[in-house]
Each structure stands twice: as C-alpha cells, then as structure tokens.
C-alpha cells in the first residue's frame, strides 16, 4: 500500500528512477501461444497450468514477486483517496492518504490528510513493533497483534492490508492452480496463497488472479481457517506507469456485510525514490 512529502523538516526525494520490471517481450509471446494451444482443454488441468508457467519461464512464486513488483518497489510513496460506503453512514465517508514504503527495510509510514477531524493522524510499522499517533488525544500507542484484522479508518481495509503489509512472497507458499480468461479475452494465472506454518499472518488462504502479459493484480479472495471466503478485492482502472501496468482503483467487498463496500483510488504512485529514514521513527509519527 507512495507521492511526494509535505512533511515538515522534510525536504522531499530525490527525482525517482524508473524502471521497466515485465518480462521480455519473447517469453510473453511464448506463454500466450502456450494458452492458445490449450484449446477447448479443461479448466485447471496440472498439465496444462504447468507447461504454461515452464514456457513463460516461470514458478508460482516468480508469477506472485512480479505481481507484488507491479505495485511495489523497493522504496515506494503513494498518494490516495479512500470511500467508505456502509449502511450504517449517512453518507460515504472519504479519507486522504499519503504512504511511504520501504520494502526493504520493512518499513512503512502513513499520514492521514483529510478528514479535517483526522488530519495528522499517522501510522508506523517499525517491526517488530507497529504504532498509531493520534493527534486530538495527543499521545502515540503501539498496535498489538490482536488488532490486525480492525478496521482501518472505519474502512473494509485492515491495518494488515495497509499499516502491516504481510508479504504475498515471502510469507506464503504458492501453487498455481489454473488459467482462466478474464476482461474479454486476456488470460490471468490463479495462484493459491498459503501462509507457512511458523508466520504469523491473518488468512487461511489467499486466491488470486494475476494478468498474464503485464503480471497485474486483478482480484484477490480471503479465506479463513475454516475455507470460507470472508472478503475480496478487485483491481481496476489499470495505467502504464513506465512499463508498470498499475491498477489504480482498488475495491474491498466483504462478504458477510451487505452494502459495504470501500474503494482506494490512487491519485499518484511514485517508485524507486530516496527514502529518508527520520521518516521511519516514532519521533515522526509526532511531525506535521
């Protein structure tokens, strides 16, 4: 779950480099013969689903990293605008947002700039730890574990999806499951994410589609302990950010809460920039 600061005592990032992570343009071409010769040939077929990824060169956890490479990058800010629509609200609810990821470090910041009543409230993850700074109570607190699966700013989201950001890599094992025609023709690996045993994250199992060409995400389904789908989200509006094919709305429906839905639409994904570490501090959580 990042654009150019307005924080004071920052200075900003130096100008961001861009670079171009899709695979070379003969594998694509390869991968996609490879579907059409499938022909009229059962859904999800191992055969099938295998020689796909051995043509295009690639494993189930290579198709989740080029994935997770479209919408992150080793140092990432992103600027965006956040409705919340639930029965509950008189009307929807807008929340704006910038974020700050450091992927290598595993290191996030958020600062809340709208509502007026939220303005500067702002969210760290500075493992192993993660903290909230509340600015009308004046006083910052560290998030326990146990509050992962809230809700994030009222929202469908949870502090897992945008504060925490378990990794769809490293923290999963991955089996490719089928390929499956979506959006009028294009094709879309489906991936199955397990959690390793020793990982603390909060699904049971992850489902998701992964463009064929591009490696965009498109949809994710959550599963609990008990299999039963809890939630998804589906990826649209999709850009060309050099060479990054980025979706740049993102809706969560949960499925036991009729009428609720919330939608992330990003303003500006900027990748590859300078991060300055003060930004990853408890001091910063503080700083308007």
Do not use: C
């Given at each position: 779950?990042?654009?150019?600061?307005?924080?004071?005592?920052?200075?900003?990032?130096?100008a961001?480099?861009?670079?171009?992570?899709?695979?070379p343009?003969?594998?694509?071409?390869?991968?996609?013969?490879a579907?059409?010769?499938?022909?009229?040939?059962?859904?999800?077929?191992?055969?099938?689903?295998e020689?796909?990824?051995e043509?295009?060169?690639?494993?189930?956890r290579a198709?989740?990293?080029?994935?997770?490479?479209?919408?992150?990058?080793?140092?990432?800010?992103?600027?965006?605008?956040?409705t919340?629509?639930?029965?509950?609200l008189?009307?929807?609810?807008?929340?704006e947002?910038?974020?700050?990821?450091?992927?290598?470090?595993?290191r996030?910041?958020?600062?809340?700039?709208?509502?007026?009543?939220?303005?500067?409230?702002?969210?760290?993850?500075?493992?192993?730890?993660?903290?909230?700074?509340?600015?009308?109570?004046?006083?910052?607190?560290?998030?326990?574990?146990?509050?992962?699966l809230?809700?994030?700013?009222?929202?469908?989201?949870?502090?897992?999806?945008?504060?925490?950001?378990?990794?769809?890599?490293?923290?999963?094992?991955?089996?490719?499951?089928?390929?499956?025609?979506?959006?009028?023709g294009?094709?879309?690996?489906v991936?199955?994410?397990?959690?390793?045993?020793?990982?603390?994250?909060?699904?049971?199992?992850?489902?998701?589609?992964?463009?064929?060409?591009?490696?965009?995400?498109?949809?994710?389904?959550f599963?609990?302990?008990?299999?039963?789908?809890?939630?998804s989200?589906?990826?649209?509006?999709?850009?060309?950010?050099?060479?990054?094919?980025?979706?740049?709305?993102?809706?969560?429906?949960?499925?036991?809460?009729?009428?609720?839905?919330?939608?992330?639409?990003?303003i500006?994904?900027?990748?590859?920039?300078?991060?300055?570490?003060?930004i990853?501090?408890?001091?910063?959580?503080?700083?308007r």
């Amino acid at each position: 779950m990042r654009t150019a600061s307005i924080l004071v005592g920052w200075k900003g990032p130096a100008a961001p480099r861009r670079v171009r992570l899709v695979a070379p343009r003969w594998i694509l071409i390869l991968a996609a013969a490879a579907i059409a010769m499938m022909g009229a040939a059962e859904p999800g077929r191992a055969s099938d689903v295998e020689a796909v990824a051995e043509v295009a060169g690639l494993d189930a956890r290579a198709i989740a990293q080029r994935a997770e490479d479209v919408l992150r990058s080793d140092a990432t800010m992103l600027h965006a605008r956040m409705t919340v629509e639930s029965p509950r609200l008189g009307k929807p609810r807008v929340v704006e947002f910038q974020s700050w990821d450091d992927r290598r470090g595993d290191r996030a910041f958020i600062r809340i700039l709208a509502p007026s009543k939220d303005k500067d409230t702002t969210f760290l993850r500075l493992p192993p730890n993660l903290w909230t700074y509340i600015p009308r109570d004046e006083r910052s607190m560290r998030i326990p574990p146990s509050m992962l699966l809230q809700p994030w700013m009222g929202s469908d989201f949870s502090h897992d999806d945008l504060v925490n950001e378990s990794s769809d890599v490293e923290d999963y094992d991955h089996r490719l499951i089928r390929v499956d025609e979506v959006d009028g023709g294009k094709k879309a690996y489906v991936l199955e994410y397990i959690p390793h045993e020793d990982t603390p994250v909060v699904w049971a199992k992850i489902v998701a589609w992964i463009e064929v060409e591009h490696a965009t995400p498109l949809r994710q389904e959550f599963y609990d302990e008990n299999d039963v789908l809890v939630r998804s989200v589906t990826f649209s509006d999709v850009r060309n950010l050099d060479g990054r094919h980025v979706p740049h709305l993102w809706t969560m429906k949960p499925m036991q809460k009729k009428g609720h839905e919330t939608r992330i639409q990003i303003i500006e994904f900027v990748f590859d920039v300078e991060l300055d570490d003060t930004i990853f501090t408890t001091r910063h959580l503080k700083t308007r």
